[in-house]
Structure formats: C-alpha cells, structure tokens
C-alpha cells in the first residue's frame, strides 16, 4: 500500500512539475500577443493623453490620466482577453502596486540596464499556472513633463495639480530613458 501511495505521489508531482513550465513555441506566441496588447495599450492611452495635452495642457491631461487611465486599460483588457497593468517600483495611482514578482521582474529589467543589456520581454507561468507577458516601459522625453524632476521638466504647477490627485505620488524624478516600470499581461486562455 505505501508503495502505490509513494507511485502514485511521484507521477502527481511529475505531472504538477510539467504544468509549471512553458514550451518555446508558447513563449513566441505569447511573447508576439503581449507585444501586440502592450502596443495597442500605449497607443490608445497615449492618443488621448496627447490629445488632452493639446487641448489644456497638463491642467487638463492629468485629471483625464487620473479619471480615465485604467478604464481605458480595462477596456482593453476585455477586448483581448487578458488583464493588462502597467505597474512601477514608484507608483502614482496605487491601484497599479506591484506585486513581489513584478518588483523581480523590474529589478531584473534595472540590472540588464546597468550591465548594458538588452531588454527584452519575459513570457511564463505565473502562481496560478497562467501564461503571463512582462516587458519594460522605457521613459520617453515627452513623458517627462509630468514623470520628470520637479522645477526642472515638472512645473510646480503641474506638480500641485499630481499631487492633489495623488498624494501619494512617487512617480517622478525620471530621465529620458529610464526604466519606468512594466507591462504585466495575463492572458486568460
């Protein structure tokens, strides 16, 4: 009896073990599908956000982020069937908190600058066993404007309207090209 047992544990975790990792052919096909939402995430988002900034400025684009940012990501989210983050180590809206293993991954993305690497996407099982996409969001010079250094790229009138919104805004103090966080996609199917 304690044989079968025994017999029966090792293929139950032989089988729990091969669930836990990923083929190559699914990192290429989830790696082309996170691009493809992480794309069309940022495009849409920052279509309307520029839209906002030629219509008023920062006074008017922050509070559209502030309303508008994660129903939009929601949005999507359901039209590709996945939930779709962007989260950072410096957050502004503290519904985007990382969880520990997006801290990993941005702390990883940190490293691969410093040793001047690429950067590339990362595709794997999460803890629930679903295909999860994570790629970099590298700071562009036009986002400095509200993700800058204060009195420098942030005015402080732009800085007030942050903080009135985010009072516990840690998002600012980038340069151009800096790691500003991560897009973490998990894919429903």
Same mark, same amino acid.
């Given at each position: 009896?304690?044989? =079968?047992?025994?017999?029966?544990?090792?293929?139950?975790?032989?089988?729990?073990?091969?669930?836990?990792?990923?083929?190559?052919?699914?990192?290429?096909?989830?790696?082309?599908?996170?691009?493809?939402?992480?794309?069309?995430?940022?495009?849409?988002?920052?279509?309307?956000?520029?839209?906002?900034?030629k219509?008023?400025?920062?006074?008017?684009?922050? %509070?559209?982020?502030?309303?508008?940012?994660?129903?939009?990501?929601?949005?999507?989210?359901?039209?590709?069937?996945?939930?779709?983050?962007?989260?950072?180590?410096?957050?502004?809206?503290?519904?985007?908190? %990382?969880?520990?293993?997006?801290?990993?991954?941005?702390?990883?993305?940190?490293?691969?600058?410093?040793?001047? =690497?690429d950067?590339? %996407?990362?595709?794997?099982?999460?803890?629930?066993?679903?295909k999860?996409?994570?790629?970099?969001?590298?700071l562009?010079?036009?986002?400095?404007?509200?993700?800058?250094?204060?009195?420098?790229?942030?005015?402080?009138?732009?800085?007030?309207?942050?903080?009135?919104?985010? %009072?516990?805004?840690?998002?600012?103090?980038?340069?151009?090209?800096?790691?500003?966080?991560?897009?973490?996609?998990?894919?429903?199917n």
């Open positions: 009896m304690n044989k =079968k047992i025994i017999v029966l544990l090792t293929v139950l975790i032989g089988l729990f073990s091969c669930t836990t990792s990923i083929s190559e052919k699914d990192k290429e096909v989830y790696t082309s599908k996170g691009k493809e939402i992480a794309e069309a995430s940022f495009l849409e988002l920052s279509t309307q956000l520029t839209a906002q900034m219509a008023g400025g920062t006074a008017q684009a922050i %509070p559209f982020c502030n309303q508008n940012a994660m129903p939009i990501t929601n949005q999507l989210s359901k039209k590709f069937e996945a939930t779709i983050k962007r989260t950072s180590t410096n957050i502004r809206n503290e519904q985007n908190a %990382p969880t520990d293993r997006e801290v990993e991954i941005m702390n990883q993305y940190k490293k691969m600058i410093s040793e001047k =690497k950067l590339n %996407p990362i595709v794997e099982l999460d803890v629930d066993a679903k999860h996409f994570y790629a970099p969001i590298i562009k010079a036009n986002c400095l404007v509200c993700h800058g250094k204060v009195s420098e790229t942030v005015n402080i009138k732009t800085d007030s309207i942050i903080k009135s919104l985010y %009072p516990n805004d840690k998002a600012v103090g980038y340069n151009e090209g800096d790691l500003r966080g991560v897009w973490s996609i998990t894919f429903k």
